[in-house]
């Protein structure tokens, strides 16, 4: 029985060995990488103090004209006139109806701790003032703006009629989106 003593504190050792030198195979590889690593950054550094000393030309810019006759322009320009007419008059009826909230709010503030006579007061007020602002808001949303986006779509018709007839090929071929 001794011998299986023998055999195991064998084994044990050789173990131990291929261990050792598993450990050793490890911390060179380990080495190497680290050598390689820091090598790598030198190169990356250099190629950066490089670049920077000698930047790259940039690429040239092409532009090509773009040739508008006076026809395109007159035809873009109408449209564009009865747009910002229909803004302008947005504008306005906005600050109407504004206007009319706003005098429609006023007597809410005499509403808290008001007497009965205050109170029928400030109902009577409101009750005058909503006609202007019903009256102010169906304006608003009667304007052209508020139906859509035709004095757009015009202009981009024309834009690409013309374009067609110049044989030059359009890259935005969809419609405007509507206002909401």
Known sequence: MEWVGWLMAFLAALGAVWLLRAYRAERSRAAELLYEKMDLENELDSLHAERVANPPEPAPVVVEP?????????????????????????????????????????????????DAQTLAAALAHIDKARKPLFAARIALLKTPLQKGNAALAAVHDALQDESAQADTPVEDTQQPAPLA
Not at 77 to 90: H, K, N, S, T, Y
Not at 98 to 112: F, I, R, S
């Open 66 to 114: 773009v040739v508008v006759t006076s026809n395109v322009a007159e035809e873009a320009a109408v449209p564009l006139r009865e747009l910002a007419g229909q803004i302008d008059e947005f504008r306005a009826r906005s600050r109407s109806y504004d206007a009319a909230v706003e005098q429609c709010l006023q007597p809410l503030e005499l509403m808290v701790g008001a």
